[in-house]
């Protein structure tokens, strides 16, 4: 079992409120990933960091932000939420031998 | 451009049966493979990583393989269960990129009937 958690693990928010979704891992892992996962979809990739102060943006274009000030914890924030940001957001960090461990996954619902 | 894709979208089985899904991909320099396993809600979970120099490896009742000359993938899994019932994902990760990147299958939704 992967030591990497998020939160909340459901949200419901109405537009325009600014959303932070927390995800934190115990295994030391330099490399974090924010991943974007519609139902039935592929997941795509939003954010990525190599480590601590260390930020890029994925391939999907997306308005969310993320922070890496601490090496365990990756937090992603939408300054403004929309009803188009209604999906799945999955953290995720590197592990050696190439093992990429996910968390629960956060599901979020904009109204 | 790299890609990867799965097939079947969508099967049903019988608990007991086996069956076998399928990955081709496109991603160019080739690193590993790996096959995860979604449940509804949930994050992937890692089954089995293969580098180029692999062609099959085992994790339970599931077995992949990896033909690295055709760039296909195939996973087995053996007297299916109810709880095997999940969507499950083929991702190529390239060996140009210090970061791993990755590239994602849409996945193949299995269900298990009884």
């Known amino acids: 079992e992967a030591d990497i958690y998020q939160t909340p693990r459901y949200l419901v928010i109405g537009t325009g409120k600014k959303i932070t979704l927390e995800c934190s891992q115990t295994?030391?892992?330099?490399?974090m990933y924010w991943y974007q996962q519609d139902p039935g979809m592929e997941l795509h990739l939003i954010h990525y960091s190599y480590g601590v102060n260390s930020t890029e943006k994925g391939d999907l274009s997306s308005e969310s932000t993320v922070s890496r000030i601490r090496t365990e914890h990756f937090p992603l924030t939408l300054e403004s939420a929309r009803p188009s940001h209604t999906s799945q957001y999955l953290c995720a960090s590197l592990g050696s031998s190439y093992e990429q461990y996910f968390g629960p996954g956060t599901r979020l619902t904009v109204t | 451009k790299n890609q990867v894709e799965q097939s079947p979208q969508s099967l049903i089985i019988l608990e007991g049966k086996n069956c076998t899904l399928q990955?081709?991909?496109?991603?160019?320099?080739?690193?590993?493979l790996r096959w995860y396993k979604q449940d509804t809600g949930r994050g992937p979970v890692s089954l089995t990583i293969m580098t180029f120099s692999e062609n099959t490896k085992s994790n339970g009742r599931y077995t992949a393989t990896l033909d690295a000359d055709t760039k296909q993938s195939s996973l087995h899994i053996t007297a299916s269960q109810l709880s095997d019932s999940a969507s499950y994902i083929c991702v190529v990760s390239d060996r140009g990129s210090t970061l791993g990147r990755l590239y994602f299958g849409r996945g193949t939704q299995l269900t298990v009937w009884p």
């Open positions: 990955c081709n991909y496109t991603v160019s320099p080739f690193s590993n």
């Open positions: 295994m030391g892992h330099d490399k």
